[in-house]
């Protein structure tokens, strides 16, 4: 049973049967998790004097059996006969601070580490990614330079990602496969979309140097241009990347991502607590005759009348 708590010093209080409107979402383009539920109020009755006591800073856990939030509250709009509380996890705190570092040929696995240290935020499974970075970031957030630096692994490797938090702890993992029913549990009519309006099927690889006008590398499919017309992207590096092979390596794995039909779909499911952006899982849409594997992009979990339900963005991966 799914249980919330609140935290406020040392007093911890279940209020799972006096919440309403529980919300629990995640997101590949936002990162983190936010959650928001509401709390009935009647000024002046001793019987909802709890609510009256909630104050933004107090701290949310969600659990069921294993816990699967845990943030802060920052934001409470109080109405005549409610709470509306948004809350959000730790990631809230690498969006909100600015830092200035400088990254000598360092391992991405050991640059997030010390990014997430100089804030004070626990680490726990810190995957080994081999990518070097060497850069300087002058007034950017250390949720803007880890999310760049995942980028730079990306099209240098191909490979994705995603930073996650287990209970106050930061995990940087891989996005990983999952095995959970979906396929049987879809309700209502799912959406679907195709589309090619961000399709690139030439990738040109350049200097950021604007008095360097050389090509590095191309990687072109010829049979996407004859079908879909010249799509082509520009890409520019460092000028000191000067080992082709990593330069060639780039247009490729930018070309694999990009020269593609985007298939996306919406849909709701009956909930799972191991659902959440950045999962990848096998699913069959029956309406639509697709079975593939899907990247989750983001997930809400809801529980009206008791029950549980996940609304879900996903992209055939």
């Known amino acids: 049973m799914h249980k919330l708590k609140l935290i406020q010093g040392d007093i911890v209080t279940d209020i799972t049967n006096i919440a309403g409107n529980i919300s629990l979402s995640t997101s590949i383009d936002t990162l983190g998790a936010s959650f928001n539920f509401s709390m009935p109020r009647n000024f002046g009755d001793s019987n909802y004097i709890l609510t009256e006591t909630i104050k933004v800073g107090d701290i949310i856990k969600f659990q069921n059996e294993r816990n699967l939030f845990t943030g802060i509250i920052v934001d409470m709009d109080t109405l005549k006969f409610s709470k509306e509380i948004k809350c959000f996890d730790f990631y809230f705190y690498l969006n909100k601070n600015k830092v200035i570092k400088q990254f000598n040929s360092l391992n991405a696995s050991s640059c997030i580490e010390s990014l997430l240290k100089s804030i004070g935020a626990k680490t726990g499974k810190i995957e080994a990614i081999a990518t070097s970075i060497d850069k300087i970031y002058k007034n950017n957030t250390v949720a803007e330079i880890i999310d760049d630096i995942l980028k730079i692994v990306n ?163």
């Open 155 to 317: 099209e240098e490797t191909g490979k994705k990602y995603i930073l996650e938090i287990e209970n106050t702890t930061f995990n940087l993992v891989s996005h990983k496969k999952i095995k959970v029913q979906v396929t049987n549990n879809i309700f209502g009519m799912p959406a679907l979309t195709e589309s090619i309006a961000d399709m690139k099927n030439i990738v040109l690889i350049v200097s950021n140097d604007s008095e360097d006008e050389s090509i590095y590398a191309k990687a072109e499919d010829k049979e996407s241009i004859k079908k879909y017309g010249m799509l082509q992207e520009v890409i520019e590096v460092d000028p000191d990347k000067d080992d082709i092979s990593k330069v060639r390596n780039i247009a490729s794995q930018k070309l694999k991502e990009l020269n593609k039909v985007l298939t996306t779909s919406s849909l709701d499911a009956l909930g799972n607590d191991d659902l959440r952006a950045g999962r990848l899982l096998d699913i069959e849409i029956k309406e639509f005759g697709i079975k593939d594997e899907f990247l989750i992009k983001s997930c809400t979990h809801t529980f009206p009348k008791g029950n549980h339900i996940c609304s879900l963005e996903l992209e055939v991966n």
